[in-house]
């Protein structure tokens, strides 16, 4: 694996991101390749060495407080299904592939498939973004010192949230596409790398191809306002070429794996579902009432984050669009990241709560760090301060707060009582106190009715269950989060005949935001009726309005209570 980075990075930062001029011809283009050496290895080492210490810091720091058994958990269950042979999206409810063979890749390779081993295949991938980017920062003229502040400030971002930092390293690996690009528009490899950039980000994830897609389109446009870019059909070709060998990987899935393709095609019409639109908490949006100290700040400061964003991206691209001046390095990058930067936008501002937005904003980071960098160049060093000052200020402000590592010792600190430790495959986490009494319940309880594949089922989003407890969700729905057919509900309860099901945890009156609708008596009222004839209610007494039902069939003589 590090030969294959060391040789992508070689291929895709061969050249320089030296100053350009007006001049845009192929042999142009070709002089300032030759005034500035390809990428040395001592500055891929260094881009390697400096972005593993910084993700496997922020992991180290981090790896022991806070285990989401929601989405975090779920990353996790898929990873250990996709290990052990199971395909994704054909065998259960999943994103795209791409992360989950990442994942079962770092699982075989250190022969475990626990929590820690998740969150380290996380930060393994996250390596790959920041390399990129900072050999986009190196190929931009900017200095060390800068470099590793901008990096240290990505470390700081991609601490939350751990289970979304796919979606946070493909909008670094988009920026330095872009730069790449930039660089000498006029070659037609780069716009051929680009299309595979976004093919194999689509792998990842579908959403985060079509934002790169949207960076690409934006890229062009800019380009072409600068009388910068080659003609379009030559670009359309190149970019799908590369498309179709990015995306490959699914294409092959589709053509040579049983039954996926149907399943994959049902995925992608179920994707509007798989977010709800929330406002965007602009600073006239947000209510802080009850707020203070640091949840107050942080509140104050993502709003005015919501506002910086666009407002940087649409002035650097702006101003970018409306000089004929020669742009330097640092300013190209910055333009890149605010090109890479508007796609991902989608993402942040459609489901505008924090863990959303903080998925979708990383390029941000880059944009306003090149900038400040352009300007300290240039002589403007009071501006070069505060904006720097300002981007510093909102990270902190933003991320800190959220960080797992400051929420425990906040927790530890204000309720110390409301901190449990739990062993999860082996190593000790510490967690909610509620959580952890809801997860050794469950456990008990699996034991003493029989452990086995399809006997224990969890609704409506708590998947990480199944993980912890190393089995397998008796049907394809892994989240009960959308309305079901009744068809799909009644394969659901073939599905627990079946698998003989002896033990659901069920919070039927829980919903996502808080919406009314999206309970799970509402959205699989057939579901819930039959396993509310079928099932009886456990003695054990959980947090949160959960229910611990078993089949008296199947587990006749657990006495189900607390452990």
């Not at 922020?58 to 989401?68: A, D, E, P």
């Not at 994103?95 to 393994?124: C, H, I, M, T």
């Not at 971002?157 to 528009?185: C, M, N």
């Not at 729905?477 to 009644?490: A, E, F, K, N």
Request: hydrophobic residues 50%; proline residues 5%.
């Amino acid at each position: 694996m590090p030969r294959l980075l060391i040789a992508l990075v070689t291929v895709v930062f061969g050249t320089s991101f030296a100053s350009r001029g007006q001049t845009t011809s192929p042999a142009a283009v070709d002089k300032l390749r030759t005034e500035v050496p390809p990428a040395k290895w001592l500055n891929i080492s260094e881009a390697l060495l400096l972005s593993a210490a910084v993700s496997l810091t922020v992991l180290s720091l981090q790896c022991r407080y806070g285990f989401n058994l929601g989405d975090e958990g779920w990353l996790w269950y898929i990873s250990q299904r996709t290990a052990l042979g199971d395909v994704p999206l054909r065998d259960f409810f999943s994103y795209d592939p791409g992360r989950y063979y990442w994942s079962a890749a770092v699982f075989k390779l250190l022969g475990r498939s626990g929590f820690f081993e998740q969150l380290l295949a996380n930060y393994l991938f996250a390596i790959v973004g920041l390399a990129l980017a900072y050999l986009a920062m190196f190929r931009a003229g900017l200095s060390r010192s800068w470099r590793i502040l901008i990096l240290l400030l990505l470390g700081v971002v991609l601490g939350f949230p751990r289970h979304k930092i796919y979606e946070q390293t493909l909008s670094l690996i988009a920026v330095a596409a872009i730069a790449f690009l930039f660089a000498a528009p006029q070659r037609f490899k780069r716009w051929l790398l680009l299309g595979f950039v976004i093919g194999l980000t689509a792998f990842v994830g579908r959403n985060s191809g079509v934002f790169c897609s949207i960076a690409a389109v934006i890229g062009y446009v800019l380009l072409r306002i600068r009388c910068e870019t080659p003609r379009l059909t030559r670009v359309l070709a190149a970019v799908a070429g590369g498309i179709a060998i990015g995306y490959s990987p699914v294409l092959f899935m589709i053509l040579g794996v049983h039954s996926f393709a149907s399943p994959f095609w049902d995925s992608i019409l179920m994707t509007p579902s798989w977010s709800w639109s929330l406002p965007i908490p602009f600073p006239w949006h947000v209510h802080l009432r009850g707020l203070h100290g640091l949840d107050l700040l942080q509140a104050r400061a993502v709003s005015w984050l919501c506002v910086a964003v666009p407002v940087t991206y649409a002035f650097l691209l702006w101003r970018a669009a409306r000089s004929r001046a020669e742009l330097d390095g640092a300013e190209w990058l910055s333009v890149a990241a605010s090109a890479a930067g508007v796609g991902f936008l989608v993402h942040a501002f459609y489901t505008s709560d924090f863990f959303h937005i903080a998925q979708g904003v990383v390029p941000f980071v880059i944009a306003a760090g090149a900038f400040s960098a352009h300007l300290w160049r240039t002589a403007a060093r009071r501006w070069s301060v505060a904006v720097f000052c300002v981007l510093a200020f909102l990270i902190l402000a933003c991320w800190l707060p959220m960080e797992p590592l400051v929420q425990h010792l906040r927790t530890r600190h204000y309720a110390p009582a409301s901190v449990e430790q739990i062993r999860i495959d082996g190593r000790l986490f510490e967690v909610d106190a509620a959580q952890a009494e809801l997860m050794k319940t469950v456990e008990t309880a699996f034991r003493q009715c029989g452990p086995g594949d399809g006997k224990f089922m969890e609704a409506p989003y708590y998947p990480g269950l199944y993980a912890f407890l190393n089995t397998r969700a008796p049907f394809w729905d892994t989240y009960y989060l959308w309305p079901r057919s009744d068809q799909v509900q009644q394969a659901h309860i073939d599905a627990l005949q079946q698998s003989r099901t002896a033990l659901i945890l069920l919070n039927p009156e829980s919903a996502m935001n808080g919406r009314e609708s999206l309970e799970l008596v509402r959205t699989n009222p057939r579901l819930v009726e039959y396993i509310a004839a079928h099932y009886q209610r456990a003695d054990a007494k959980l947090p949160e309005r959960f229910e611990l039902l078993y089949s008296p069939q199947e587990c006749r003589t657990a006495a189900l209570t607390n452990p």
